[in-house]
């Protein structure tokens, strides 16, 4: 069945410091990509998504190719803010509801 | 954007009893609403797929009896953890998918249930 892999947090970062968050997923067919960000007593907010092999998402800074000869679509930003603070999900859908990564804390410190 | 709300943000209650939590959307209709469960250090998984006007649809291995969908309206949607046990204690999050928005659904806040 499909699934998603990304990082166990939590990731500490200083401000203006780059972040990378791995994801890695398994799936049949061409599913579409999602990153998904939480803030603190918040729902979670589409970041940015990709529907094909080589599609790039971006928003916010934040950028993440979909990778079909890794099955990765890491997600990176080169200059981290204090209000980044929050969890970061990963997820695909193919033909099936969105299956989710378990989700990676980001805590920036200026 | 589109706004979900959920209700209790938090609640605490004794093995036995019932808990209902409500999702709404605020701004759109939503004919589908999907209710997620969420353990600590986990992903979230899908519970079940509420269906306005119909039976929800279950994800294998989910009690029916146990966790009771009412999609009432077009905006609301309700999860009752019936006879809840400690082992419920959990966040529920619910989503909901706005027409037009293809990709996109929605979440709501969650709610943190914890039986005693």
């Known amino acids: 069945g499909n699934s998603v892999t990304q990082m166990e947090g939590p990731v500490t970062l200083s401000e203006e410091a780059f972040l990378t968050i791995n994801c890695t997923y398994t799936a049949t067919g061409y599913p579409s990509l999602f990153w998904y960000v939480q803030y603190p007593g918040e729902g979670l907010q589409l970041l940015l998504k990709?529907?094909?092999?080589?599609d790039k998402g971006s928003n916010k800074g934040f950028e993440a190719t979909y990778r079909k000869e890794t099955t990765s679509f890491h997600l990176e930003k080169g200059s981290v803010q204090v209000s980044d603070s929050a969890v970061y999900f990963c997820?695909?859908?193919?033909?099936?509801?969105?299956?989710f990564g378990k989700g990676t804390r980001l805590s920036v410190i200026a | 954007g589109a706004v979900v709300s959920q209700h209790p943000s938090r609640v605490i209650c004794k093995s036995g009893t019932s808990v209902k939590i409500e999702c709404r959307s605020l701004d759109f209709q939503a004919t589908t609403m999907f209710w997620y469960r969420q353990f600590p250090k986990q992903s979230l998984m899908l519970m079940a797929t509420?269906?306005?006007?119909?039976?929800?649809?279950?994800e294998q291995g989910v009690e029916k009896d146990k966790f009771l969908i009412n999609h009432a309206s077009l905006t609301l949607s309700t999860l009752t953890v019936t006879s809840a046990h400690p082992e419920d204690s959990s966040f529920y999050i619910c989503s909901a998918p706005k027409r037009g928005g293809r990709y996109e659904q929605y979440f709501g806040p969650g709610t943190r249930l914890t039986v005693t």
């Open positions: 997820a695909l859908r193919g033909n099936t509801p969105l299956v």
């Open positions: 509420s269906n306005e006007g119909s039976k929800a649809t279950y």
């Open positions: 990709a529907t094909k092999a080589d």
